[in-house]
């Protein structure tokens, strides 16, 4: 199994260009790999989500609506496009796992 863990979010941008430019080559009856990428945050941005509750015409809390972390995954998905020989058309996706803590330097 091929398993990566990114600090940062992986550009959104790099890796459009990426997809536009040049993918890994996929062979038909290849096997495909396994793969698991991860996002270790320490903190979400609370501005960030902030923004995200404002544009989506959400109350303005702390509180993370149940669609934000997969803006946070977005990313992920992208370099998973990008970097593995996975064809995006007939992709299956089996599984997601978001595990949350608190963090406790933002909290009142």
Partial sequence: MIQQTFTDRPSVLKNSMRLLMHRPKFHAHAPLPEVELRLALDC???????DYQKLCTYAVSDQVPL???YVLC?????????????????????????????CRSQTH
């Fill in 67 to 69: 669609c934000f972390p």
């Fill in 44 to 50: 979400i941005d609370l501005a960030e989500l902030h």
């Fill in 74 to 102: 977005g990313p992920l998905h992208l370099q998973l496009l990008t970097s593995h020989p996975i064809p995006a058309m007939g992709l299956l996706h089996l599984r997601s796992q978001i595990n949350w803590s608190v």
